[in-house]
């Protein structure tokens, strides 16, 4: 027997739809007819960050992956299909990597326990802690820590993106695509641009630049 929650969730369908209806009646037809969203959001599982909501974006214009911490892992074959789909099938121009203060990925990250299976994929959000150790070691206030961890770990996703062969691959095909780091604040409701973008494999690396005729 389904409970109270189910029973509203799928109510709350019901007046959803009405509501959109009310207002265009022509909305789902044209959803049904295909996408060609603009953008690709990378984010956190969270269930605080909603990526339409938080750039008031209605259905058809964000093409989304989450997973814990907003990680951009080589070996992970959903996100890699994910971006692959959404550069080179949807041509999506924006990439945006959106971090969240208050992140418990990268809040477990910065300690020692182990959580169970999510251990391994802590270890990678560990590793942006280990390559900015220097920065982060000096800040004394957890807090003020945390919160700069959770954008470096943003800012570390952002090239492990542009280091992908699919990226890679549309940039030497002239192909416009900018990527982004952002982080969401919770309990403000604001994001911040942390400032980084990348538009070109000029911005890495030599050794991490493909050679791609």
């Not at 789909?85 to 020692?112: D, F, R, S």
């Amino acid at each position: 027997m389904a409970n109270n929650y189910y029973k509203q969730i799928l109510d709350n369908n019901k007046a959803w739809v009405e509501s959109k209806l009310n207002l265009d009646s022509e909305f789902f037809n044209r959803l049904a007819h295909g996408q060609q969203p603009p953008l690709l959001w990378i984010g956190c599982a969270d269930s605080r960050v909603p990526a339409n909501e938080i750039i008031g974006a209605q259905p058809g214009e964000v093409f989304v992956h989450r997973n814990i911490a907003n990680m951009v892992v080589h070996s992970d074959m959903s996100m890699l299909s994910v971006l692959d789909y959404a550069v080179n099938v949807l041509k999506v121009k924006e990439v945006i990597v959106c971090g969240h203060y208050g992140c418990g990925g990268v809040k477990t990250a910065m300690g020692n326990a182990s959580v169970g299976l999510i251990d391994n994929w802590i270890r990678h959000i560990k590793d942006s802690y280990r390559f900015n150790k220097a920065e982060l070691d000096v800040i004394e206030n957890e807090e003020e820590k945390f919160d700069r961890f959770v954008e470096i770990n943003a800012i570390e996703q952002v090239y492990n993106l542009a280091k992908t062969s699919i990226v890679q691959n549309a940039w030497a095909k002239g192909q416009e695509l900018h990527i982004h780091g952002w982080v969401y604040g919770v309990g403000s409701g604001l994001v911040k641009d942390l400032d980084v973008t990348l538009d070109s494999n000029d911005d890495l690396e030599t050794v991490f630049q493909l050679d791609i005729k």
